[in-house]
């Protein structure tokens, strides 16, 4: 495939010192983190991508992006995190068990004492985290796996997930088929671009027979493997088409674990569970919210007022935490929007991104 804009650019970023920087988890990965800096200051903010996407999500070139936001409005160094559900990593693509527990326990620690680690003790540590990274974090937050930072941004799903019923419906039905009938390890949204026929090729097929609202066979798989609508994932007038276009590359490969702990946690009663009763996951507590008064982390519940993925689970989650916390955390919901396009939209920079500054200058 042609593509309009090469994968894993950087180019969306100017004017700021790039590095990268790798890190081991004690489970054995191979993690990385870019560190965008521009001043010379202390403020520093890491940023977590969801399942199946990456950094790109948010140094994307098509418009004034997240990254660059942040270093235009005097963030001194942003960082964004690729942990184990991106697609800059190889690990969606081999069969696993890993869960957010793992990446409670495991990736959030170790990207966070490698920032502390480069950019001094004294570092003062913002977070905003997406979809599944959200959770991830706010369980590795709540649960007591990283301390000592200043103010946290959680969008579309936090400790409390709700999903639609077709979501749930499908949640059941589509592991199965994927990896027991079409025997694939993965499922991915480019299977349309497969150079042969294959049965991911066939499969994409023929979900794009139901998906009539664009031509782009990536889109319609995202909105096979998340959320429930046409499209799913955001509002197609939020975004840029060159965006919408490069789907593929903006989100990989994945497998359905990840889907299966979501669904234990929903018949826990929406509560975030541990996926398995291991010794390994000892560390982590039973329920996060009773965890919650201790916190004393401000975070901004954010989600999309159209989100048809984690619809409205951070109301939720910002409900529950006033009972414990009263005052402590904010919610914002953003009008027009949905999951994914409040940080790929192209008008995020003056629609909602002057929300998130708001909230991490009141904590700064």
Same mark, same amino acid.
């Given at each position: 495939?042609?593509?309009?804009?090469?994968?894993?650019?950087?180019?969306?970023?100017?004017?700021?010192?790039?590095?990268?920087?790798?890190?081991?988890?004690?489970?054995?990965?191979?993690?990385?983190?870019?560190?965008?800096?521009?001043?010379?200051?202390?403020?520093?903010?890491?940023?977590?991508?969801?399942?199946?996407?990456?950094?790109?999500?948010?140094?994307?070139?098509?418009?004034?992006?997240?990254?660059?936001?942040?270093?235009?409005?005097?963030?001194?160094?942003?960082?964004?995190?690729?942990?184990?559900?991106?697609?800059?990593?190889?690990?969606?693509?081999?069969?696993?068990?890993?869960?957010?527990?793992?990446?409670?326990?495991?990736?959030?620690?170790?990207?966070?004492?490698?920032?502390?680690?480069?950019?001094?003790?004294?570092?003062?540590?913002?977070?905003?985290?997406?979809?599944?990274?959200?959770?991830?974090?706010?369980?590795?937050?709540?649960?007591?796996?990283?301390?000592?930072?200043?103010?946290?941004?959680?969008?579309?799903?936090?400790?409390?997930?709700?999903?639609?019923?077709?979501?749930?419906?499908?949640?059941?039905?589509?592991?199965?088929?994927?990896?027991?009938?079409?025997?694939?390890?993965?499922?991915?949204?480019?299977?349309?671009?497969?150079?042969?026929?294959?049965?991911?090729?066939?499969?994409?097929?023929?979900?794009?027979?139901?998906?009539?609202?664009?031509?782009?066979?990536?889109?319609?798989?995202?909105?096979?493997?998340?959320?429930?609508?046409?499209?799913?994932?955001?509002?197609?007038?939020?975004?840029?088409?060159?965006?919408?276009?490069?789907?593929?590359?903006?989100?990989?490969?994945?497998?359905?674990?990840?889907?299966?702990?979501?669904?234990?946690?929903? #018949?826990? =009663? $929406?509560?975030? @569970?541990? /996926?398995?009763?291991?010794?390994?996951?000892?560390?982590? *507590?039973?329920?996060?919210?009773?965890?919650?008064?201790?916190?004393?982390?401000?975070?901004?519940?954010?989600?999309?007022?159209?989100?048809?993925?984690?619809?409205?689970?951070?109301?939720?989650?910002?409900?529950?935490?006033?009972?414990?916390?009263?005052?402590?955390?904010?919610?914002?919901?953003?009008? #027009?929007? =949905? $999951?994914?396009? @409040?940080? /790929?939209?192209?008008?995020?920079?003056?629609?909602?991104? *002057?929300?998130?500054?708001?909230?991490?200058?009141?904590?700064?």
């Amino acid at each position: 495939m042609a593509r309009e804009i090469p994968l894993y650019t950087l180019d969306g970023v100017v004017d700021a010192e790039v590095t990268q920087h790798g890190f081991c988890t004690e489970d054995g990965l191979g993690l990385s983190l870019l560190r965008f800096r521009r001043g010379q200051g202390r403020m520093a903010v890491m940023i977590v991508h969801g399942l199946t996407t990456s950094s790109d999500m948010f140094i994307q070139p098509e418009h004034r992006n997240l990254v660059s936001f942040l270093l235009d409005e005097g963030v001194d160094e942003v960082w964004t995190l690729d942990f184990r559900m991106s697609n800059r990593h190889p690990y969606n693509l081999q069969p696993n068990r890993y869960s957010m527990d793992d990446c409670a326990l495991f990736d959030f620690p170790a990207a966070v004492a490698k920032i502390r680690q480069v950019a001094g003790d004294d570092v003062e540590l913002h977070v905003i985290a997406h979809c599944l990274g959200s959770m991830g974090f706010a369980m590795a937050l709540f649960g007591g796996t990283v301390s000592g930072i200043r103010s946290c941004i959680l969008n579309s799903v936090a400790l409390t997930p709700h999903v639609p019923r077709w979501s749930r419906i499908k949640g059941h039905i589509f592991p199965f088929v994927i990896e027991r009938i079409f025997q694939q390890p993965y499922v991915s949204p480019r299977w349309s671009e497969d150079p042969r026929f294959t049965l991911g090729k066939l499969l994409s097929k023929g979900v794009s027979l139901f998906h009539r609202e664009c031509d782009v066979p990536a889109c319609h798989m995202l909105s096979l493997m998340w959320g429930t609508g046409w499209p799913a994932l955001y509002n197609h007038e939020n975004l840029d088409e060159r965006t919408h276009r490069r789907g593929g590359d903006l989100y990989g490969p994945v497998g359905l674990n990840y889907h299966r702990h979501v669904l234990k946690m929903l #018949g826990r =009663g $929406h509560r975030t @569970v541990k /996926m398995r009763e291991a010794p390994e996951y000892a560390a982590l *507590p039973d329920d996060y919210l009773l965890e919650a008064r201790r916190v004393d982390t401000p975070c901004l519940l954010l989600t999309g007022r159209d989100n048809r993925v984690f619809t409205d689970s951070n109301v939720h989650c910002h409900r529950a935490l006033e009972e414990v916390a009263p005052g402590r955390h904010e919610l914002a919901i953003i009008d #027009g929007y =949905g $999951h994914q396009d @409040v940080f /790929m939209g192209a008008r995020v920079d003056r629609e909602v991104f *002057p929300r998130l500054m708001t909230f991490l200058n009141a904590h700064a």
